[in-house]
């Protein structure tokens, strides 16, 4: 596949760092040779310097024969232009454009047509973020929480502790254990590694378990990993930018939210927008602000300001002041295995996050959900079957018949809105949403060709 990405910041250098593992002939555009020199030595990769949206750069990156357009840049200005002049002049077939602001987000279907800015599909990284910090506050003690199939089946990471009634338990046990919950354990990383499953593997302390399980039974799931945890209540943000704003209003009708934001002018308008949210003007790092504002009796910290550092060293101060947990967002990869498990509780890297919404788009066959794990290393993808016996590798075919690749096991199946954790004779049928956890990211393309339907099927 020829893809042109536009823009080589921290989200297109780790997409099209994703993308040419995979095989696909890329080309990145950015006005910032210094960072195009830097993947250029690191990745197989073509880079052009100049404007993203020019069509003059845009024909020297390849747009003539591109299949897609990827439009990452700092700015959404820039984004969608770039979409436009691709549709306009090139007829490029797939455009997908990075959108942060809200004033353009929340009137996507009317913005993003043929009649305005041609753009197939809208990435809003602060949209996926909040939403993946709002499902963490929802689940206390999960690590990640993902979800498929209309969110009837989530996907939760967990570390297992004392008093979790599986701990020390094999997994054969799990049924016994908990007789009425639909829930299955589909992978387990002990220290860096996966480790194989099967019914005498023992859950341990300090594992990273992944456990696939009906949305409605997702707490006595983690119940049983970990002693139970009460709900959250008081939660204070850090950094009222986009990401704090939507949270702020996203959580601020279940929860007691404060948020502080060291701009005055930007204090100001939070707090004409915000209805319940209490809104400090201040630097989050400030001991005597944190003391005042009860930081002991704070359920989450999340620090969401634009500067990494700041972020991991006000949660390590909230933390050790009394903070119960504490999130930061993180935009360097590097400092993200670093911190996380430490005095900081989570790690949210937007890159990773952002890439699985595009991954969704680009990868072949019907994939509808693609969730980047472990930073990057694995995928949760939720593909719908299509076709019969004849045009299908899949449909009417036994999972133990499956030729799937090494390290991909299939964790359950959603048909007609009931949750099937499927047995090795359990039959694939037509229009069957099935979620797939791949160890090994070399093993996802066949994986797409497994669902992949032949010529004949109309």
């Known amino acids: 596949m020829n893809i042109i990405i536009l823009g080589a910041g921290q989200v297109g250098g780790t997409l099209a ?32 310097q100049g404007h993203a949206s020019y069509p003059d750069v845009l024909i020297k990156a390849g747009i003539e024969d591109a ?26 077939p797939l455009k997908l454009a990075r959108i942060r602001s809200s004033a353009y987000v929340d009137y996507q279907e009317k913005l993003f047509s043929a009649e305005t800015f041609s753009i197939d599909f809208c990435i809003s990284p602060e949209e996926l973020v909040t939403e993946q910090i ?26 297992p502790y004392f008093g ?10 799990l049924q016994e254990e908990m007789p009425n919950v639909n829930a299955r354990v589909i992978a387990i990383y002990r220290g860096l590694r996966s480790i194989p499953l099967s019914a005498s593997t023992v859950i341990e302390i300090g594992d990273e378990v992944f456990v696939l399980a009906a949305t409605s039974q997702i707490e006595t799931v ?31 009708k279940k929860y007691h939210v404060k948020i502080i934001e060291h701009q005055l002018k930007r204090s100001n308008y ?17 001991r005597e602000l944190l003391l005042n504002e009860n930081i002991d009796y704070t359920d989450v910290f999340i620090a969401l300001t ?19 947990k504490a999130i930061a967002l993180i935009t360097r990869p590097a400092y993200v295995d670093l911190i996380e498990g430490s005095d900081i509780d989570i790690a949210i890297s937007p890159q990773q996050t952002t890439i699985g919404s595009i991954l969704a788009q680009i990868r072949r066959g019907d994939i509808v959900k693609v969730h980047s794990l472990r930073r990057g290393a694995a995928e949760a993808i939720e593909v719908i079957a299509h076709g019969d016996e004849e045009t299908s590798k899949v449909v009417g075919r036994e999972i133990s018949q499956l030729q799937l690749p090494k390290g991909a096991i299939i964790g359950a199946v959603v048909r007609d809105k ?37 010529l004949a099927f109309v």
């Open 306 to 324: 634009n500067d990494d550092e700041v972020n991991i060293m006000s949660c390590i101060q909230a933390k050790r002041m009394g903070a119960r």
């Open 418 to 454: 009931k949750v099937i954790l499927p047995e090795p004779e359990t039959v694939i049928e037509s229009n069957d949403h099935i979620i797939i956890f791949v160890i090994e990211k070399k093993s996802i393309q066949d994986v797409e060709r497994l669902f992949e339907v032949n």
């Open 17 to 48: 760092e994703n993308l040419a593992r995979e095989a696909n002939n890329v080309t990145i555009v950015d006005s910032d040779i210094d960072r195009l020199s830097i993947l250029k030595h690191r990745l197989d990769i073509r880079t052009v």
């Open 222 to 252: 983690m119940a049983g990993m970990r002693k139970v945890e009460r709900h959250y209540k008081n939660i204070i943000i850090a950094g009222g930018g986009n990401i704090g704003e939507r949270l702020a209003l996203s959580l601020e």
């Open 270 to 286: 939070l707090a004409e927008v915000l209805q319940k949210t209490t809104v400090l003007h201040g630097d989050s790092t400030d």
């Open 164 to 173: 979790g009634t599986l701990v020390g338990k094999n997994l054969g046990s």
């Open 134 to 159: 709002s499902c963490l506050i929802e689940f206390p003690g999960a690590l990640q929480v993902l979800d498929f199939a209309g969110e009837q089946l989530r996907l939760i990471a967990v570390r």
């Open 67 to 92: 299949d897609m357009l990827i439009a990452v840049t700092s700015s959404d200005e820039t984004n969608l232009v770039a979409c436009q002049v691709a549709y306009r002049l090139f007829n490029t």
